[in-house]
Nanobody
Framework: EVQLVESGGGSVQAGGSLRLSCTAS????????KGWYRQGPGNECILVAK???????YYADSVKGRFAISQDIAKNTIYLQMNNLQPEDTAPYYCAADQDTGRWYTQIACFKGTSYWGQGTQVTVSS
């Protein structure tokens, strides 16, 4: 059974930084696409960063230049480095993975579409 476990969330002031981590079991990140969604005001999840299996990255416009996705193949872990955090970045963040590139969406109901999701980690940014 595939399991994704996130860590690294927390509370910071505006302008601060956090690094989220996600470790997978039964899913080699190197063999598939992996990324991070965050929950919007409703129950929708917004794709904020994604790394394709070939290493190409995608970022939502709202986080370009501030967030960076990376992976440690040996640890089967991906990271989301978040800099210059703003109050509008406050949300639960979910690690996700799928070997099918076609199952990623810029916006989707949380836990739908993309095959595997973590349990989420809360990021709170105060002004």
């Amino acid at each position: 059974e595939v399991q994704l476990v996130e860590s690294g969330g927390g509370s910071v002031q505006a302008g601060g930084s956090l690094r989220l981590s996600c470790t997978a079991s039964e899913f080699p990140f190197v063999d598939g696409d992996k990324g991070w969604y965050r929950q919007g005001p409703g129950n929708e999840c917004i794709l904020v960063a994604k790394m394709y299996s070939d290493g190409i990255t995608y970022y939502a416009d709202s986080v370009k230049g501030r967030f960076a996705i990376s992976q440690d193949i040996a640890k089967n872990t991906i990271y989301l480095q978040m800099n210059n955090l703003q109050p509008e970045d406050t949300a639960p963040y979910y690690c996700a993975a799928d070997q099918d590139t076609g199952r990623w969406y810029t916006q989707i109901a949380c836990f739908k579409g993309t095959s595997y999701w973590g349990q989420g980690t809360q990021v709170t940014v105060s002004s």
